[in-house]
T-cell receptor, first 112, second 113 residues
Framework: NAGVTQTPKFQVLKTGQSMTLQCAQD?????MYWYRQDPGMGLRLIYYSASEGTTDKGEVPNGYNVSRLNKREFSLRLESAAPSQTSVYFCATRVHVPGGYTFGSGTRLTVV | GENVEQHPSTLSVQEGDSAVIKCTYSDSASNYFPWYKQELGKGSQLIID?????GEKKDQRIAVTLNKTAKHFSLHITETQPEDSAVYFC????????????FGTGTRLQVTL
């Protein structure tokens, strides 16, 4: 079972460039999440989707957009990348009971 | 919203010793408290979780305790092994919903020989 698959694994962007991070799950979970992880700050929620067709902002949504294409896929887009968006990005899905996340392996993004 | 604090940020123990990581949360409505292990270059893996209707849960060398009154919960690892070296995250939230989990800032555990 693949679980949660993120692509790409690594990416270097120049300031102002755009890109889309892809996330796909085969777990049939309704909820999907995008987090960023920075040293000393833990995991911070960017956006999440409780179900297909719905999206909501997390605590750090500025500079990002998301799209829940279908139940399996949840993409994160950076329209104009900034150095402050250099981070490791994790996608996760959640089963409501008991409530734990399944994480992807992450995308390491560097904006220069 | 929920706020989770985690301590210590780094922890070094000798192989065979015990390790304890502590977290506090702010929202008394939270009823689900998972712990995740993140190895270098990988996504986080759920290692144990506890719901607010129990005070302690064990799984082999790992245990979690919960004090609802004080709003804190702890991860206990006994007989530590080098493969326990990783970053550990605690989290708090609600089970049975799509709402988010709030994470602590992580503890880097180093088990030395």
């Amino acid at each position: 079972n693949a679980g949660v698959t993120q692509t790409p694994k690594f990416q270097v962007l120049k300031t102002g460039q755009s890109m889309t991070l892809q996330c796909a799950q085969d777990m049939n979970h309704n909820s999907m999440y995008w987090y960023r992880q920075d040293p000393g700050m833990g995991l911070r929620l960017i956006y999440y989707s409780a179900s297909e067709g719905t999206t909501d902002k997390g605590e750090v949504p500025n500079g990002y957009n998301v799209s829940r294409l279908n139940k399996r896929e949840f993409s994160l887009r950076l329209e104009s990348a900034a150095p402050s968006q250099t981070s490791v990005y994790f996608c996760a899905t959640r089963v409501h009971v008991p409530g734990g996340y399944t994480f992807g392996s992450g995308t390491r993004l560097t904006v220069v | 919203g929920e706020n989770v604090e985690q301590h210590p940020s780094t922890l070094s123990v000798q192989e065979g010793d015990s390790a304890v990581i502590k977290c506090t949360y702010s929202d008394s409505a939270s009823n689900y408290f998972p712990w995740y292990k993140q190895e270098l270059g990988k996504g986080s893996q759920l290692i144990i979780d506890i719901r607010s209707n129990v005070g302690e849960k064990k799984d082999q060398r790992i245990a979690v305790t919960l004090n609802k009154t004080a709003k804190h919960f702890s991860l206990h690892i006994t007989e530590t092994q080098p493969e326990d070296s990783a970053v550990y995250f605690c989290a708090a939230g609600l089970t049975g919903t799509a709402s988010k989990l709030t994470f602590g800032t992580g503890t880097r555990l180093q088990v030395t020989l």
